[in-house]
């Protein structure tokens, strides 16, 4: 057994804060990762974060927009938090090393973004994540913190309803061992591959939340998913939002702006209206007739010069995977499965809660942080460059609680039992011989989730998505593997993941299926508008036996109520 104050599981930028944070406050801290932590799905966000640092601009704007962004669904104290606490931290990643894009005066250079005419997205090139995640690494490296990579988590454990550490396997041998620990954050990134196709990487499969959930974790505001209006049509490839920053326009098969029409409800901001606005906006013209094969057009000539300057990634990305000179004609584009802002419910610390019968309490030990979590500065839709934030912040202030934690109590007993379960679950994979595969599942479960609880849903779709991947959980026991070795076995670490992915397509249907109104990133054609009387709470989802139950929590308002919402 191995033994750590604070386990992290997550090398991303969120297990990356909570690392560095938690070993400054005193604790000793293991970071865990299933890939080598710069490989971590972080490494690939281009835009940038946010910080209210320009002129003009202020924590309490940035703060108000991202609430508006979020449909009035995110908890105001901790959009709040991030926001305001956020700019230290933007200091201080500078201070480690981050070599963010200067102006001409000096100045940390931002970028606009979307829901806001404000300029405040810091960034280096298009290639922000990866940068922070190498400094931060570094800084890792500096303090000897302890990383155990390419080790693959496989359970949660609890000992007298705390939990207590986790069971992982080695992939380069395949051993599996316990990990002791006071507390345990999850920062195990997000679920975008539970959608096919998905802006994100193929290890981005859900793991913590159904770890979480399976110890009895609240997973919360499930429902919101957010679809991205600018994604490459051939594999869902992001094309950064900070293109209509700088000035690119959305034009349909004729030609037209169409974010400038009124019934979109964003004429002032046109194509920098919030996510959801413009997906929505996109669907309807490509579903009216008025697309281009499937899509509608990015176009970026009229700012060719900055797209070459700063934007090198999506240039190549244009150029490589839809075979478009983004400098000379529009790219086809159209909206895709991006991000999940529910997440494990966590208070503004990090912490873990769960249901008791009546309401919530605390899960001792449990933290989270990052797009696996789900703090609230988020709600209904995110504003792009907040979740960089978003990790970097609440990643900080998890970790330090995480720490604090630690010191306060004794390390649980763990029985040794749950090695010989965690062992025969994988005995049992290796002795079906079937030709049923993770690989054809995860498909189809992708598309399922893709068809019916995409940028539109209704009730007919939902309770046929349910259907269908009910059918899917049902075959799932029968998947085989063809490699039945232990060394760097992928293939059995694929249908690991699946298991975890069906979880989280459950709640997502159960989630979208509670919410009987439309708001942000949930459009239900059979409920079209937002009711704040019904609505304006948080649909939670817990494990039973009979599946996933819902409950409801209030959203902390502190002084934006709501509004009409227009951008
Ligand atoms: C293409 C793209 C571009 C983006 N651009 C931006 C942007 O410009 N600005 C912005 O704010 N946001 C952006 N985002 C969103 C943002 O990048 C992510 O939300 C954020 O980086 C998530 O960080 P994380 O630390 O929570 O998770 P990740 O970076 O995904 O890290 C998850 C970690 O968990 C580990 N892990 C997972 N499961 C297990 C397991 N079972 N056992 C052990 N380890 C495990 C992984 O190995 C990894 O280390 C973008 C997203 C995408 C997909």
Redesign the pocket.
Known sequence: MIEHDVLI????????STALHARQAGADVAM????H?T????????????AALGIGDSWEVHAYETVKGSDYLGDQDAIEILCREGIQDIFNLEHWGVIFDRDEEGRIHMRGFGGTDKSR?C?VGDM??QTI?HVMYEQLLKINAKSYDE????TLLMEDGACCGAV?MELTSGKMEIFRAKSIII????C?RVYEPS???L???G??LS?AYRVGALIMDMEMVQYHPTTLPANG??I???ARGEGAYLLNSEGDRFMQEERYGATTLVEKASRDVVSRAETIEIREGRGVDGCVLLDCRHIKDRILEAFHQIYELAQDYAGVDIAQEPLPIRPGM??IMGGIKTDVDGRCYRHNGNGMEPLPGLYA????ACASAHGANRL????????VTF?RRAGVHAAQYAKSIKAANVSEQVMQQEEQKITDIFARSTDQRAAALRLEMGNIMHEFTGVFRDETGLLEAQRQIHAVRERYPNVSVDDKGRVFNTDLVSVL?LD?MLDCAEIIIASALARKESRGAHTRTDYPERDDENWLKHVVVYQTPEGPAIDYLPVTITKWKPEVRKY
């Open positions: 599981i997550g090398g991303g930028l969120a297990g990356m865990m990762s299933k890939v932590p490989r971590s799905h972080s490494a690939a966000a281009q835009g940038g974060i946010n997205t960034h922000t994540g995640l080790w693959f988590v496989t992982a920062c195990t990134g997000g975008g802006t994100n990487g290890i981005v499969t793991d913590g770890l490839f992001l950064t939002e900070g991006h991000y942080a990052g797009e696996c792009g460059g907040n979740s960089l934030l978003d990790c990643g993941e975890y």
